[in-house]
């Protein structure tokens, strides 16, 4: 995947760090450390309504409804709206492979290929190359919101903002200085993660993180199967539990998303189809993990609704079993649509949206999944959507904000501000983003003045869709 660069071979460290200096004249440091909606500001509601035009109709109120819960959870569904504001501002030019949703709770503990614990980026569906800081704008305003949301003074708000951004600009002031294989290589793992506590006073935090290091590594696969599945006189199966779950079997028995059936164009049905699905999915693994997958076999699929912004879109969990009913792999197949950053870029387009998903993962991504791919498949209302697959859960651990208190939603953002700025310093140079970022904490402030602005953005966004559930322009659904 070739990601827009200012990095070439034939480009001394000299010479990257004055481009990375130039970039100032493009979009000064302390011009990032405002907001103000325009006149030509396009009405967040209709933004979030557009979105939802291509979603299963019946799931979309659930989405609305989870947006409403908080102005937190708005902030997490609306990715698309922060994309229009950040689109038409100044950008520094310094392309980076962006997350594109990288607020806090999108970053986590997982589990590497090589059974290791790290701490990552974890969600990509809008991944696409851009200028870095849209980025650690999203991530800076997250913490804003965050510690509003704990109640936190303005000053504690900061506090959280600007250690976050500091650990970003010193990190990739690091990677900088560091030979190329090294930054590909470079994981933040349980010993990084010690290290960090170490510099840390604060023996609550370092507890809380033991023990979140210890629940992930029993977030497991068989956890999930156990939590999923029930034993039927068929043998294991997906438990309903509609509408967050709904297997295929109980899908078919009602009603498709618009009115219409499948026309059947693979070989005769819903369920020939899903599992085209997976076959082509398949084809995109490497051969050792296409010949691993073979150990095992498709016995049901369903539906489930996940997250906040991404509710709404065909998301399928796959059962398949090898040697026997204990012996289970369990696979998530979620929708993938244009990225929220597509009309505001002029990055590579993409002929399957599950591969962009993809590709982008792989790139940023240390804690790479064996299982991931991507697929195209024809849903139940018989048009073709692509899709990118991976496990369904694999020792994930995931931040309680609202459990934290300012030290350690402080000490968080300093683990986030850090894995951000290794995720860009692998697909961008930073080399010159570092030289653009500079020594002094001049961008750590700007961003700060940013991350309240949005903040106040966010709530007046977030009443704005309360006052269409009211008026009765979108139905809200609290599950």
């Known amino acids: 995947m070739t990601v827009p660069s200012a990095f070439t071979s ?20 302390s011009c990032h450390g405002w907001f103000e909606a325009g006149q030509e500001r396009p009405d967040p509601v209709g933004v979030i309504e557009a979105q939802s035009a291509t979603r299963v109709p019946e799931l979309v109120p659930i989405r609305y409804g989870r947006m409403l819960e908080s102005p937190f959870r708005f902030y997490r569904g609306a ?4 994309a229009t504001d950040l689109g038409p501002v100044p950008s520094t030019g310094l392309t980076v492979q962006l997350c594109g949703d990288a607020h806090l709770l999108n970053f986590r503990l997982m589990a590497s290929p090589e059974r290791r614990l790290v701490f990552d980026i974890n969600d990509f569906d809008e991944t696409l190359a851009g200028p870095f800081e849209w980025d650690v704008k999203r991530l800076a305003a997250s913490f804003a919101i965050a510690g509003r949301a704990g109640g936190f003074p303005v000053g504690e708000q900061n506090r959280a903002v600007e250690a976050c951004v500091r650990a970003y600009r010193r990190r990739m002031r690091e990677f900088a200085g560091m030979r190329t294989l090294d930054i590909w290589y470079a994981q933040d793992d349980a010993d990084r993660l010690r290290q960090l506590l170490a510099s840390s006073m604060d023996k609550e935090a370092r507890r809380r993180t033991a023990d979140a290091t210890a629940r992930a590594r029993t977030r497991t696969h068989l956890q999930a199967f156990a939590k999923l599945t029930r034993v039927t006189a068929e043998g294991r199966r997906i438990a309903p539990d509609p509408p967050l779950i709904t297997p295929l079997r109980d899908l078919l028995t009602d009603p498709p998303e618009d009115g219409r059936r499948s026309s059947g164009g693979h070989r005769g ?18 051969s050792e993990r296409r010949h691993l997958l073979r150990h095992y076999r498709l016995v049901d699929l369903a539906r489930k609704v996940v997250g906040v912004g991404s509710v709404g879109t065909r998301c399928w969990i796959m059962l398949l079993l090898g040697r026997d009913d204990d012996d289970p792999l369990l696979l998530q197949a979620k929708e993938a649509q244009e990225s929220v950053l597509a009309a505001h870029t002029d990055g590579e387009r993409y002929d ?28 139940l209302d018989g048009r073709g959507r692509d899709f990118y697959v991976r496990q369904l859960r694999d020792w994930k651990g995931i931040a309680r904000p609202d459990t934290m208190g300012p030290d350690l939603l402080c000490l968080f953002a300093r683990l986030c501000g850090a894995s951000l700025a290794r995720a860009h310093a692998r697909s961008g140079d930073p080399v010159a983003i570092a030289a653009y970022l500079g020594g002094s904490d001049r961008f750590d402030r700007a961003l700060a003045g940013f991350a309240q602005a949005y903040a106040d953005q966010n709530e007046r966004d977030f009443e704005a869709l309360g006052a ?4 009765g322009r979108i139905r809200a659904e609290s599950l």
């Open 352 to 379: 399957n949206q599950g591969r962009r998903v993809v590709a982008g993962q792989r790139l940023i991504q240390t804690a790479g999944d064996i299982f991931l791919g991507w697929t195209h498949g024809v849903g």
């Open 269 to 286: 049905g819903p369920e020939d189809e899903l599992r085209a699905l997976l076959e082509g999915y398949a084809r995109t693994l490497p």
């Open 79 to 82: 990715a698309a709206v922060m």
């Open 10 to 29: 034939s480009l001394t460290p000299i010479e990257r760090a004055a481009y990375g200096r130039s970039a100032r004249r493009r979009a000064s440091r």
């Open 468 to 471: 269409a559930a009211r008026s």
